[in-house]
C-alpha cells in the first residue's frame, strides 16, 4: 500500500527531519498529559481516509511532548536509559530495513552481527567460549526465557518432574521473576530473606537447605541472583550462591538486566565474583549500556540446553532448523524478532568497548559525589551503602504524601523527574544515575529541592 500512496514520499521526509531534530536537540523532560485533554487536542486518529502527513505534526506538536524522555538528565526514577546518538541512529536503519532477525538463513549478517556484541558481554562475564544466546526484549522476556530453559534441563536431568516445581529468590529480586514464574510457569516461589543490605548470600541459601524437608529441597530446580537490585542497586552473594547452586545440582540465573553493565568497569569486578559459574545471565544494554529500547542480552553457559527447550519445529520450520546454524529463535520465547541487538553493536562498533568503560566510569564518579551531598544534608539521610549507582534515601520528616508533593512539583516545574519508593516498609526516594551527562549540579539541586 505505502509504495503506490503519493502521500508517502512527504510523509517520509517530515519524520526523517523529526528523527534528525531528536538526535540533535537535548531531550526534553516533558510530561504526561490526560486522555480527555489528548482527545480533545488530536481528536479521533483512525479514520476510513486517513489524516496523511499531517499526522507527523499531529506526534510532533502533541503526542510526543505527552512522554517523558528517558534520556533526559534529570530523569533520575526507576532505570532510566541514554542511548548513544550512534545507537538511536541505527535504530531507525533497523527499522527501515525489514530484516528478519529470527534465523541464520534469512538474516546472517544481522545474527553474526549481534552475536560479537554477545561474546563482549559474556567476556565480561566470564562465560566460557561456548556461551552464547540472544538478544530479546527485556529483562522479563531474558528472565522467563532463562528460567524456562533452566526447568527443562532439570526435568531432561531427572527424567521426572515433582509435584510443584520451585525457584529461590528475595524480595528484592526483580518482580519480572516472580511474576514470571508465578502467573507464567506456575511455579513456586521460595522468598529468603535478604542480609542487611538486603543482598541473598550463599549463606542464607544453605541454611534454607538445611531446614527444608526432602520434599522442598526436590523441587527446586533454580537459583537467581541480582547483580545490581533494581531498588537498592546493590549485588548479590553471586559466589555463595553458585557454591550451594553447585552443590545441590541447581540451576543458577543471574538478573543483571540493570547492574551487570558495572562488568565494564575493571574496579567493580570483585563485587561479581561468581557471576562467571552462572548457567544463565541477562543484562539489559537500553539501561546502562547506552542503547535505545528495547534490548536485553541473554546469554547461556550450555546453548544446547537452552536450544533444547526453545526450538520451535514445524514442517514450515524445516528449512530453518538445521543442525549447526545460529538460529537466534532457538534461545527465547519467541520466533519473530527484530534485530533488537543491532543498535547496540553499531554503537559499540563505532565507539569502541574503552568509550563504554568511561562511559560507566563517569555515572559512577557522580554517584559517589551524590552520595556525599547527601550525606553533608542535615535533612536526607542515606538509607543502603552503594554498590553502584543507586542512591536510596530518606528526607527526614516526611510521609508518603510529602514525597508525592515534592515529586508532582518536580516534575510540574521541569526540574526533574524522581519518584518515591519503599525500603522496608517506609517511603523514600532514590537516584538511579545511568546517563553520562546527569551532573553534580543536577543532583545538588533536587536535593535543594527537598529542604
Sequence with gaps: MHQYDERADE????????????????APLDFSRSPADLLEECGQTITPDGLGPRVADMWADVLAPACLSVDHPRYLSFIPGAPTKAAAGFDMLVGASSVYAGTWLEGSGTVFAENQALRWVADLAGLPPEAGGVFVQGGTIGNLSALVAARSAAQHRRGSRPPRWAVLLTDETHSSVKHALESVMDVDVVLLPGDDRGRLTGETVRGWVAEATPEQRDAVFAVVGTAGTTNLG????????????????????????????GLVVPDLRGLY?????????????????????????????????????????????????????????????????????????????????????????????????????????????????PDLSVLIFERIGWEAED????????????????????????TCTRFAIVNPLTTVEDLADIVESMR
Excluded at 11 to 26: F, K, N, T, W
Design 273 to 385: 565474583d561468581g557471576i562467571e559459574r552462572a548457567d544463565s545471565f541477562i543484562v539489559d544494554p537500553h539501561k546502562w549500556l547506552f542503547a535505545p529500547y528495547d534490548c536485553c542480552a541473554l546469554l547461556y553457559r550450555d546453548p544446547v540446553l537452552a536450544r533444547a527447550a526453545h526450538t520451535q519445529r514445524a514442517g514450515y520450520l524445516d528449512p530453518v532448523t538445521i543442525e549447526g546454524e545460529w538460529n537466534p529463535s532457538d534461545f527465547a520465547i519467541q520466533l519473530t524478532r527484530r534485530a533488537r541487538g543491532l543498535p547496540f553493536w553499531f554503537s559499540l562498533a563505532v565507539h569502541g568497548t574503552e568509550a563504554y568503560r568511561r562511559a560507566v566510569e563517569q555515572t559512577l564518579e557522580v554517584t559517589r559525589a551524590g552520595r556525599d551531598l547527601i550525606d553533608r544534608a542535615d535533612h536526607l539521610r542515606l538509607l543502603v551503602e
Design 234 to 261: 546493590v549485588v548479590d552473594d553471586l559466589a555463595g550462591i553458585a557454591d550451594v547452586a553447585e552443590e545441590q545440582g541447581w540451576w543458577f540465573h543471574v538478573d543483571g538486566a540493570y547492574g551487570g553493565a
Design 11 to 26: 510523509l517520509v521526509r517530515s519524520l526523517m527531519e523529526l528523527c534528525q531534530e531528536r538526535l540533535q536537540m537535548a
Design 403 to 426: 514525597y508525592a508533593a515534592w515529586s508532582e512539583r518536580l516534575l510540574r516545574d521541569q526540574v526533574g523527574f524522581v519518584t518515591p519508593t519503599k525500603h522496608r516498609g517506609r
